[in-house]
C-alpha cells in the first residue's frame, strides 16, 4: 500500500502490515485511518532515538475513548515501519518541511 505525505510518497508492506498485528492486535481494526493519518496528520515528531525516523500522529475521540493513533515511518527508505496507539504525543523535537 502506497500513502501520499509531506516526504513523498510512503509505503506499507504486506510484511510489514502482518508485523504490526502480531505485535499490536488491535491495530487491525484501524488501518483504516492510515491514509488520513499520513496524508493529514496533526503533528509530526522526529523520533529521539533516529533522524531517520518520523512518527505521524493523529487523534481519534472514537477510539478507545480518546487516543492518538502513531504511525512510525523510515524517512530515508520511504516505508512505514509500525503503528500503535497511545495516549500522548513524545517529546521528540517537531517535523519542519525540509
Given at each position: 500500500m502506497k500513502f501520499k505525505t509531506v516526504i513523498g510518497n510512503v509505503n506499507l508492506t504486506k510484511?510489514?502490515?502482518?508485523?504490526?498485528i502480531q505485535?499490536?492486535?488491535?491495530?487491525?481494526?484501524?488501518?483504516?485511518?492510515?491514509?488520513?493519518i499520513l496524508e493529514s496528520p496533526q503533528e509530526i515528531r522526529y523520533s529521539s532515538r533516529s533522524d531517520e525516523v518520523l512518527l505521524f500522529y493523529r487523534y481519534f475521540d472514537k477510539i478507545e475513548r480518546g487516543k492518538y493513533v502513531a504511525v512510525v515511518v523510515n524517512k530515508l527508505k520511504k516505508s512505514v515501519l509500525t503503528t500503535y496507539l497511545?495516549?500522548?504525543?513524545?517529546?521528540?523535537?517537531?517535523?519542519?518541511?525540509e
Open positions: 510484511a510489514t502490515k502482518l508485523h504490526i505485535r499490536h492486535p488491535i491495530m487491525e481494526d484501524y488501518f483504516g485511518h492510515l491514509k488520513e497511545t495516549h500522548r504525543i513524545k517529546l521528540g523535537r517537531k517535523y519542519e518541511k
